[in-house]
């Protein structure tokens, strides 16, 4: 190339400037479109849950719906919890003490997703080789404290945030 | 191609023809020069066009009598059953028309495999029938899903949670898919749109197909490139129409002994049991036309990794005739390869059924041998045998060695053996 074409001229400009304009203007209409995609003003508005829990036995749970996912409350007994607690983390493909998996004080109460972290089956309880939960689908095991011990999961069970609103009710969300 | 010669007789048709040249399209399509040993694996083009249209047809009509909201869909499935006029019929055929449209689409696509019909010049033909294939899977599983029953609704969960598989932003994109934080009614409004749009897009990309297959013309059981038009080719109709006529009866006979007679075994039972999120099947299975890859993502051991590697069974096909490197085409000259294609046959079917089993013991040690082989066979099979394999002569011309009565007649018997 010459010197001369090199040298930015009024019609380069214009160009460049049509395209730039074109382009926030194409984008300007695809954000609302691929925007209306995600969860709407009435999907958010569910986004907390109470549970009434003074109903519930040690050993026995609960499943609860929230957002449309299924959410386990379960009330554990002390053997359950010293079971979760003797575990080597290092035997954890997911470390994570049974500890940061409940609110400190009420250690009985492991409130979590009912959702396996695979491809999101929900899991059934007192199942798999672990004395927790079994995955129906791809063959997870979680354990008591709904920590993945063996199969496909890549995770813990989730636990959503929660808070106790009084002595017998969970709010969830 | 002759339609440049073509001059419509009435004047009329001529006035319109100068105008908008639908005639000699007519003409170009009815004349088309087709090679003249076209065996029975050519016909599925014509009965998976057959499928499409019913797919598009009774689709439309339960369109009519269906509602996609989650407190609804179900009942509305039922009541198309049990109220509208011959809606049982019609759902029927609209559900057993997705499998046979995948059985026809699977023969389709080894014929391609067998005969090297992916091969140069048709690259394009082969990658555009691929962006068909994949949409036809997006369509039956969001097809699957509007019943809304257990398996409908199981499926569609496992399926939108393949992408939270996705470092980073798989989460994002799994919310954004189903408009709310699980599947939910969000989700399946927006997959009955999906699923009325895709058949039409179906429909765009099969006259691409079409029209990129009419510029090379077809491959042929002998794989070889022939002259059009010669004494090796017939014009397709009548000569095409009626063979594909014939073998589009024999499959609508197949069909409708599924329709009439067994017209819930491909699916699943659970399915006429309404969706809770609260309880998962024992076990899930998806439709069988997408088992194979099902047993691929089951084999390994890891999230992300059986993620990608079930995706790439499917668009490592896309890169396929880049990866033979043999001159020949049909599998017929080509000793080695013919039996390694056999073995791919196999293993894919046996993909399949242990894709339909528990992931665990032997079906898990099947599913991985079988998940090996597969990729081997596209990125190590391919690419080696076509370099090494001393393929069997190939005669001049589809005529030639039938007609010149035993120059080379252990050719022609050969050709015969497979057309």
Not at chain 1, 77 to 85: G, W
Not at chain 2, 17 to 46: E, I, S, V
Request: neutral net charge; aromatic residues 14%; hydrophobic residues 45%.
């Amino acid at each position: 190339m010459s010197k001369e074409e090199k040298k930015v001229n009024r019609r380069d400009f214009l160009f460049t400037a049509s395209y730039t304009v074109g382009a926030v203007g194409i984008g300007a209409v695809i954000w609302p479109m691929i925007d209306q995609m995600n969860p709407d003003k009435a999907q958010q508005a569910l986004a907390t849950t109470e549970v009434d829990i003074s109903n519930i036995e040690p050993g026995k749970s609960i499943t609860v719906l929230w957002r449309g996912k299924p959410v386990f409350l379960k009330r554990r007994t002390s053997e359950e919890i010293a079971e979760a607690r003797s575990v080597n983390l290092d035997d954890l493909p997911d470390p994570q003490k049974d500890e940061d998996r409940v609110k400190e004080g009420k250690d009985e109460w492991l409130v979590m997703l009912g959702v396996c972290t695979h491809l999101g089956c929900v899991p059934l309880k007192d199942k798999g080789d672990f004395n927790g939960w079994f995955c129906p689908c791809h063959g997870s095991h979680y354990d008591v404290s709904g920590r993945i011990r063996k199969g496909p999961a890549p995770t813990n069970m989730e636990i959503p945030k929660f808070e106790f609103v009084d002595s017998n009710t969970i709010k969830i969300g | 191609m002759s339609e440049h010669e073509y001059v419509p007789k009435s004047k009329a048709g001529k006035w319109f023809n100068d105008r908008l040249p639908l005639l000699t399209l007519g003409a170009h399509l009815t004349d088309y020069p087709t090679p003249k040993n076209l065996n029975y694996w050519w016909t599925f083009g014509g009965i998976l066009t057959f499928c499409l249209i019913t797919q598009i047809v009774t689709g439309i009509v339960l369109a009519m009598h269906y509602v996609a909201h989650a407190d609804l869909a179900f009942a509305s499935v039922e009541h198309i059953m049990r109220d509208v006029n011959y809606g049982w019929l019609i759902r029927y055929i609209h559900s057993n028309g997705a499998s046979m449209f995948f059985l026809a689409v699977y023969i389709h696509i080894f014929r391609s495999l067998f005969y090297g019909s992916y091969k140069s010049p048709r690259e394009v033909i082969w990658i555009i029938g691929l962006m068909i294939y994949l949409l036809m899977m997006a369509a039956a599983f969001m097809g699957y899903v509007l019943p809304w029953g257990q398996m409908s609704f199981w499926g569609a969960t496992v399926i939108t949670n393949l992408f939270s598989a996705i470092p980073l932003v798989g989460d994002s994109i799994t919310t954004w898919l189903w408009g709310a934080y699980s599947v939910d009614n969000p989700t399946l409004n927006r997959f009955f749109s999906l699923h009325y749009l895709i058949p039409f897009l179906i429909l765009g990309l099969v006259v691409l197909h079409i029209w990129a297959l009419h510029v090379p013309g077809n491959n042929n059981p002998v794989g070889i490139d022939i002259k059009k038009p010669s004494k090796d080719t017939v014009p397709f109709h009548p000569y095409i129409t009626i063979k594909d006529a014939f073998a589009l009866l024999v499959f609508m006979i197949i069909f409708a002994g599924f329709v009439f007679f067994t017209p819930n075994v491909l699916g699943h039972s659970d399915n006429y049991i309404p969706a809770n999120p609260l309880v998962t099947p024992a076990h899930i299975v998806p439709e069988w036309y997408l088992l194979p890859f099902y047993a691929i993502l089951r084999s390994v051991p890891d999230k992300l990794g059986g993620v990608i590697l079930m995706f790439s069974a499917i668009f490592i096909l896309f890169v396929l005739p880049w990866l033979d490197t043999s001159k020949v085409r049909s599998a017929v000259f080509r000793p080695i390869y013919r039996q390694f294609f056999w073995i791919l046959v196999i293993d894919v079917l046996m993909l399949g059924y242990v894709g339909a089993m528990p992931a665990e013991g032997i079906y898990l040690v099947l599913a991985r041998v079988g998940t090996i082989y597969y990729f081997l066979h596209f990125i190590v099979v391919m690419p080696v045998v076509g370099y090494l394999e001393k393929t069997d002569p190939i005669p001049m011309s589809i005529s030639e060695p039938v007609l010149t009565g035993g120059a080379e007649p252990s050719i022609a018997r050969k050709v015969n053996d497979k057309v």
